[in-house]
């Protein structure tokens, strides 16, 4: 999943618009093995679904290749459309010109500020009656996500998910004679490994960790959200929010592994790890292994470190779910396909090609990377949880959350404050800024 589009920045779409095309409707039953549905015998009219996305993480060919091309076979009758983000498909401009979309897919984090923003929203709980469909085929957190989002209700389908692991480079431990890290670390582990690979080597700093502060913060094992959605207040002063910030500020701590103004950036972090392979270890998305990491790096990555009273626990998931617009003609077609998509047989597939699955059984998983050469003898289980935590509650307003948090996370690991009073401020700021979207 691009960078981008996890950070919680992104907007999706809404569209009031008369769907083109035929509106024949599908006699379905339900496949209880796959936990989707499938058409029945009768012929069925052609329908164009088509599919939509800000988060960028698609263009058309690869959207076919991952999605479309194993639709259009499951489905013969249906033709997939995707529209591309582009700076001419931006969904302002897509609501202007009254574009019709049929299904829009986007992680869980942007759903309340651009599904709900722009009151497209269409509940499939009845589908999910009508069909038959196996909710108990997904991993219960991707469900209780959903369920938060939608009141009780459900939305659309959670499709694919990520989530943080640690990543290391085998060359720099091996150069300094250190043994790799494990599976099942704790914190104090990941904390003591850090320190013995950060070091000045000549005219080099190697830094024994960097952390995407984003992702590592929006996941917290934890499970505490950056605002309060029942009372719109941000959490950055509690006791629970400042121990985690607490961790992930202190490991910048270790000497030779601080950050000053030009290094502090979650794009210099990663260059010194990817680029120039003087970092050591790397806490960030599960995703950037099969999408980032390729050639050249000599990498590996373990389970994300836990907490002491929670060895069992890992990091949150962070679903993209598949949603039906509400606007669309052909929601018993569109309800069929993404429910294939949630399949035994297509999520095998997404894990094949890098892309983590969302069953509660973990076969599919078991496949992840087999087709992607240089993903070959990499620890690939780690990359997901045995057990996720639990879903934190989702505001509308974490993005502007987010932006504050991350201005104080910068404050304390530059030293121009103390942790108590970086969190205080931004803490008063985002319950101000807030407040000033409540009363627009």
């Given at each position: ?70 639709i ?8 997939p459309?995707?529209?591309a ?33 722009y ?13 038959g ?15 938060q989002?939608a ?35 704790t ?41 309060d959605?029942?009372t ?150 780690s ?31 530059l030293?121009?404050?103390?942790i108590?009073?970086?969190?205080r ?14 009363n627009?």
């Amino acid at each position: 999943m691009r960078q981008k589009g996890l950070l919680l920045i992104a907007a999706m779409l809404a569209s009031g618009a008369v769907m083109t095309g035929c509106a024949g409707k599908t006699q379905q039953v339900a496949d209880g093995k796959t936990g989707g549905v499938q058409g029945g015998d009768a012929k069925r009219d052609p329908v164009e679904l088509v599919f939509y996305s800000t988060s960028g993480d698609f263009d058309e060919n690869g959207f076919n290749k991952t999605f479309g091309g194993k639709i259009k076979e499951k489905f013969p009758h249906v033709t997939p459309k995707f529209i591309a983000l582009t700076k001419d498909t931006a969904l302002d401009k897509l609501i202007t010109v009254g574009q019709p979309i049929d299904i829009m897919f986007n992680s869980i984090g942007q759903t309340s500020e651009t599904l709900l923003n722009y009151k497209m929203e269409y509940d499939v709980s009845d589908l999910v009656k009508k069909t038959g469909y196996d909710l108990s085929r997904l991993e219960p957190v991707t469900v209780d996500i959903g369920r938060q989002i939608a009141g009780g209700g459900l939305y659309g389908l959670p499709v694919f998910t990520t989530t943080t692991a640690l990543y290391y480079n085998k060359d720099l431990f091996d150069k300094f004679g250190v043994a790799y890290p494990k599976d099942g670390m704790t914190w104090d582990d990941l904390y003591e490994l850090a320190k013995k690979m950060s070091r000045a080597d000549g005219q080099l700093q190697y830094r024994g960790l960097g952390i995407s502060f984003s992702h590592t913060s929006l996941l917290n094992q934890k499970s505490i959200p950056y605002v309060d959605p029942k009372t719109n207040k941000a959490t950055f002063t509690s006791d629970a929010f400042k121990n985690v910030f607490d961790m992930l500020t202190k490991l910048y701590d270790i000497q030779n592994n601080g950050v000053d103004k030009d290094t502090v950036g979650y794009t210099k972090q990663l260059q010194f790890f990817e680029k120039d392979q003087t970092t050591a270890m790397f806490l960030a998305l599960s995703t950037l292994g099969s999408v980032r990491f390729k050639e050249g790096l000599n990498w590996d990555v373990v389970s994300y470190p836990v907490y002491k009273d929670q060895p069992n626990v890992g990091p949150q998931s962070y679903p993209t779910y598949f949603y039906i617009n509400n606007a669309s003609k052909h929601k018993d077609d569109a309800f069929s396909v993404i429910s294939y998509l949630t399949s035994d047989e297509f999520q095998r597939h997404l894990a094949m090609n890098g892309i983590f699955p969302v069953l509660k059984n973990r076969d599919a998983m078991k496949a992840y990377g087999q087709g992607i050469p240089f993903m070959k003898n990499k620890n690939t289980q780690s990359f997901l949880p045995k057990q996720f935590a639990p879903a934190a509650p989702v505001s509308k307003y974490q993005s502007i959350a987010f932006n504050n948090l991350n201005s104080a996370y910068n404050a304390v690991l530059l030293k121009q404050k103390d942790i108590n009073t970086a969190l205080r401020e931004q803490e008063e700021k985002t319950n101000k800024d807030i407040e000033a979207q409540l009363n627009k």
